[in-house]
């Protein structure tokens, strides 16, 4: 009888490292994910504001077209 409770015992043990193992690998993967993520964001940030900066040029020459035809007048 003295050996059921320590069998007991080690049973559950073992149940709780091999999910605090499953957790952790779990938890390595979203941690890989999350890296991921961040670099796209850098990524879509660089990008966004090379949009920004194009949008911005493109801006300025329509502004430059509409005023040699006369539609918007000149800044003073």
């Given amino acids: 009888m003295a050996e059921e409770p320590d069998n007991l015992t080690l049973i559950i043990l073992r149940r709780i490292e091999t999910r605090m193992t499953s957790m952790e690998e779990k938890l390595d993967r979203m941690g890989d994910d999350l890296r991921d993520v961040k670099v796209r964001l850098s990524s879509m940030d660089e990008n966004m504001?090379?949009?920004?900066?194009?949008?911005?040029?493109?801006?300025?020459?329509?502004?430059?077209?509409?005023?040699?035809?006369?539609?918007?007048?000149?800044?003073h």
């Fill in 49 to 75: 504001a090379v949009v920004q900066r194009r949008l911005d040029r493109l801006d300025d020459r329509l502004d430059r077209v509409e005023r040699r035809l006369g539609l918007i007048e000149a800044p």
